[in-house]
T-cell receptor
């Protein structure tokens, strides 16, 4: 059973536009929700993360919106740039030294 | 951010041989590390959780005798793919969590078994 559902599978955005990626989770015990960026042939890099006690977190051009009641969270990339073209993964985990459960990934392409 | 170093980045081995992949946390102690496997254009699949000083915990369907994990120190975990076969060819990635929150990933190892 997939515990974190991610959409869309792929996304094409024009330079300067807003990229929005959505995730939904099922396990209400999850209390840590990070987003990762992965370039081909590289390991995932942590972008930004949020906990359920806040509804939004912003770091530079990246914003996480979190809706606890709907069990959904999303990543917004403002002023998208061609260098943002990569695969983005949402993830979730429980407190403690637990592994992350990953979404299926979104391939973002930002066109110049 | 914290650094997790994985080595080698690429390895090609002959079918039937064994390959060892190292994962090091360079600036923090990691009592727990994780090993993932990623197929092309797919998500990361957890293979096992590596615990310092104790046996690893394997996910369902992962052969523990094929994928040997050793976590001998607080900064080093190793994954050994034993008697490798072409179907073991994949991208293997390790991860370590700092202070039970942020999880950092190694650069990944591309294993090709010929």
């Amino acid at each position: 059973q997939q515990q974190v559902k991610q959409s869309p599978q792929s996304l094409i955005v024009q330079k300067g536009g807003i990229s929005i990626i959505n995730c939904a989770y099922e396990n209400t015990a999850f209390d840590y929700f990070p987003w990762y960026q992965q370039f081909p042939g590289k390991g995932p890099a942590l972008l930004i993360a949020i906990r359920p006690d806040v509804s939004e977190k912003k770091e530079g051009r990246f914003t996480i919106s979190f809706n606890k009641s709907a069990k959904q969270f999303s990543l917004h990339i403002m002023d998208s740039q061609p260098g943002d073209s990569a695969t983005y993964f949402c993830a979730a985990s429980m407190t403690g030294r637990r592994a992350l459960t990953f979404g299926s990934g979104t391939r973002l392409q930002v066109q110049p | 951010g914290a650094v997790v170093s994985q080595h080698p980045s690429r390895v090609i081995c002959k079918s039937g041989t064994s390959v060892k992949i190292e994962c090091r946390s360079l600036d923090f102690q990691a009592t727990t590390m994780f090993w993932y496997r990623q197929f092309p254009k797919q998500s990361l699949m957890l293979m096992a959780t590596s615990n310092e000083g104790s046996k690893a915990t394997y996910e369902q369907g992962v052969e523990k005798d094929k994928f040997l994990i050793n976590h001998a120190s607080l900064t080093l975990s190793t994954l050994t793919v034993t008697s490798a076969h072409p179907e073991d060819s994949s991208f293997y990635i390790c991860s370590a969590r700092r202070a039970d929150t942020e999880a950092f990933f190694g650069q990944g190892t591309r294993l090709t078994v010929v």
